[in-house]
Nanobody, 114 residues
Framework: QVQLVDAGGGLVQPGGSLRLSCAAS????????MSWYRQAPGKERELVATISSDGGRTIYPDSVKGRFTISRDNAKNTVYLQMNSLKPEDTAVYYC???????WGQGTQVTVSS
C-alpha cells in the first residue's frame, strides 16, 4: 500500500530553520520524482520543491530558491525539505507528493512567527 507520512513541522521564529521529512512505504522514492507543496489559509496549493527521479535535478520557485533544499535518502526511503532563513510568509501546511503515483502525504504545519 502506497503511503507518505509527513513530519517535522512546528513553530519557529523568523530566520530559523526546520527540516521536514516524508517517509514513504509501498514504493521506492529512488525511482520516482518527488515534490513538496505548501498551502496557506485562503490560498492555492503551491509547489515549493521538486527532485527528479534520478535525483540529479532539483527545481525551486523564486520564492524559496536559495533557502529551501530538497533531498532524499534512498536507504531510508525518505524525502526531506531543509528550510532555512524562514519568513512569516512561509507559514503553511506542507505536503509531500509522489508525482507519477499522484499520492499525497497528510501534511505538516509550519508556523513562522515571533
Amino acid at each position: 500500500q502506497v503511503q507518505l507520512v509527513d513530519a517535522g513541522g512546528g513553530l519557529v521564529q523568523p530566520g530559523g530553520s526546520l527540516r521536514l521529512s516524508c517517509a514513504a512505504s509501498g514504493f521506492r522514492v529512488s525511482i520516482y520524482g518527488m515534490s513538496w507543496y505548501r498551502q496557506a489559509p485562503g490560498k492555492e496549493r503551491e509547489l515549493v520543491a521538486t527532485i527528479s527521479s534520478d535525483g540529479g535535478r532539483t527545481i525551486y520557485p523564486d520564492s524559496v530558491k536559495g533557502r529551501f533544499t530538497i533531498s532524499r535518502d534512498n536507504a531510508k526511503n525518505t524525502v526531506y525539505l531543509q528550510m532555512n532563513s524562514l519568513k512569516p510568509e512561509d507559514t503553511a501546511v506542507y505536503y509531500c507528493y509522489a508525482r507519477t503515483l499522484g499520492r499525497w502525504g497528510q501534511g505538516t504545519q509550519v508556523t513562522v512567527s515571533s
